[in-house]
Nanobody, 122 residues
Framework: QLQASGGGLVQPGGSLRLSCAAS????????MGWFRQAPGKEREFVAA????????GYADSVKGRFTISRDNALNTVDLQANSLKPEDTAVYYC?????????????????WGQGTLVTVSS
């Protein structure tokens, strides 16, 4: 399974680091990604990273503010979220693809974590 953590309440302009740990799900040789779902909206792509981590991709809305990384020794993938805005408020999900590349479509992801809530508010 994939276990996401690190969410919480943060003020606008603040930062959070989300982490996703894989257990019982093969982590090696697969691309990983983060998606989010805001209240009343569809789930959307946030960021993705290839295996072993040389390539990354970001949604335009987070480019320059968020950074995805992975630790292949620890089987974790992190999302560093800086300069947070109220519109970043959502449940954030980590997921694993069945390929090695950077994937932006939900269709390409076959394993999903349970989500962690990020609330950006003053």
């Amino acid at each position: 399974q994939l276990q996401a953590s690190g969410g919480g309440l943060v003020q606008p302009g603040g930062s959070l680091r989300l982490s996703c740990a894989a257990s019982g799900v093969s982590f090696r040789y697969y691309g990983m990604g983060w998606f989010r779902q805001a209240p009343g909206k569809e789930r959307e792509f946030v960021a993705a990273i290839s295996w072993p981590g040389m390539k990354t991709g970001y949604a335009d809305s987070v480019k320059g503010r968020f950074t995805i990384s992975r630790d292949n020794a620890l089987n974790t993938v992190d999302l560093q979220a800086n300069s947070l805005k109220p519109e970043d408020t959502a449940v954030y999900y980590c997921a694993r693809t069945n390929s090695q590349g950077v994937a932006r479509r939900e269709y390409d992801y076959h394993y999903w974590g349970q989500g962690t809530l990020v609330t950006v508010s003053s």
